[in-house]
């Protein structure tokens, strides 16, 4: 009897009707519970997941449900571990809100940084990883994320090599090697360096709407993103200072 009483409620459990949000926020379902496990196993979601179902108040993080699931790890390790291997509503509420405000100001690529920053953990980081754009394109990368002040300082520690390099008459394969180490502290470096904005931008902009949700993404919106414009500016200073320096040599 305790056998059938099991399967026929993992039976109900599996026929009702949930809904998840991909990596860009969008709402898809409904699905069976099966199909939210078969989802999982292939990688198309992960414990920071939203889902939700009939009967609850709010969207909640997959990993909510990872013992009711019986999700598993895919190194093999089943997320069946007590207390500490999920979290509780306030907590989860709090890690969607959080997620949102990420999404919100990053914007392009989120599920990019998403992964890379292990959003929607409980301690999102950043060291050692590797950021082909800031390697390829550095300061003007810089720029294109808004990040001003960062930009600045790198393009003036570029600027004062660049001085020194001309004016030294630094061998070729000396420059050579000192500008592809400048690209590659920028590669490593670069996810690090964003994510520390990000937080900054965020807490100041929570902390002046914490009561104004729509003026929150609004503004979060506005100060994230991304700018082709600061790019383009920063090609045309660029110009500018080349033809400097060369008129200097002149």
């Given at each position: 009897?305790?056998?059938?009483?099991?399967?026929?409620?993992?039976?109900?459990?599996?026929?009702?009707?949930?809904?998840?949000?991909?990596?860009?926020?969008?709402?898809?379902?409904?699905?069976?519970?099966?199909?939210?496990?078969?989802?999982?196993?292939?990688?198309?979601?992960?414990?920071?997941?939203?889902?939700?179902?009939?009967?609850?108040?709010?969207?909640?993080p997959l990993q909510h449900f990872?013992?009711?699931?019986?999700?598993?790890?895919?190194?093999?390790?089943?997320?069946?571990?007590?207390?500490?291997?999920?979290?509780?509503?306030?907590?989860?509420?709090?890690?969607?809100?959080?997620?949102?405000?990420?999404?919100?100001f990053i914007g392009t690529n989120?599920?990019?940084?998403?992964?890379?920053?292990?959003?929607?953990?409980?301690?999102?980081?950043?060291?050692?990883?590797?950021?082909?754009?800031?390697?390829?394109?550095?300061?003007?990368?810089?720029?294109?994320?808004?990040?001003?002040?960062?930009?600045?300082?790198?393009?003036?520690?570029?600027?004062?090599?660049?001085?020194?390099?001309?004016?030294?008459?630094?061998?070729?394969?000396?420059?050579?090697?000192?500008?592809?180490?400048?690209?590659?502290?920028?590669?490593?470096?670069?996810?690090s360096l964003y994510l520390k904005?990000?937080?900054?931008?965020?807490?100041?902009?929570?902390?002046?709407?914490?009561?104004?949700?729509?003026?929150?993404?609004?503004?979060?919106?506005?100060?994230?993103?991304?700018?082709?414009?600061?790019?383009?500016?920063?090609?045309?200073?660029?110009?500018?200072?080349?033809?400097?320096?060369?008129?200097?040599?002149?």
């Open positions: 009897m305790l056998a059938q009483h099991v399967q026929f409620k993992d039976e109900v459990m599996n026929q009702e009707q949930w809904y998840y949000a991909d990596t860009q926020q969008q709402r898809h379902g409904p699905v069976t519970q099966s199909e939210l496990q078969h989802l999982f196993a292939q990688g198309q979601l992960d414990l920071s997941s939203l889902i939700w179902c009939q009967g609850m108040e709010d969207w909640l990872a013992m009711q699931f019986a999700l598993q790890d895919p190194r093999g390790n089943p997320y069946t571990a007590p207390g500490a291997s999920l979290i509780e509503p306030e907590a989860a509420s709090s890690s969607n809100q959080q997620l949102q405000n990420y999404a919100d989120f599920d990019i940084y998403k992964r890379k920053w292990q959003l929607g953990t409980r301690s999102p980081c950043a060291d050692g990883t590797w950021h082909w754009p800031g390697f390829l394109f550095g300061a003007y990368w810089m720029l294109y994320r808004k990040m001003y002040g960062v930009a600045a300082a790198w393009i003036a520690g570029v600027a004062i090599w660049s001085i020194v390099n001309l004016f030294l008459s630094v061998p070729n394969f000396v420059a050579l090697l000192v500008g592809l180490g400048i690209n590659i502290a920028a590669g490593v470096i670069a996810n904005h990000a937080r900054r931008v965020i807490d100041d902009v929570v902390a002046t709407h914490r009561e104004k949700p729509q003026a929150l993404r609004a503004e979060l919106a506005l100060r994230g993103g991304t700018s082709v414009g600061a790019v383009l500016i920063g090609l045309v200073m660029y110009v500018a200072f080349s033809f400097f320096l060369l008129l200097t040599l002149a």
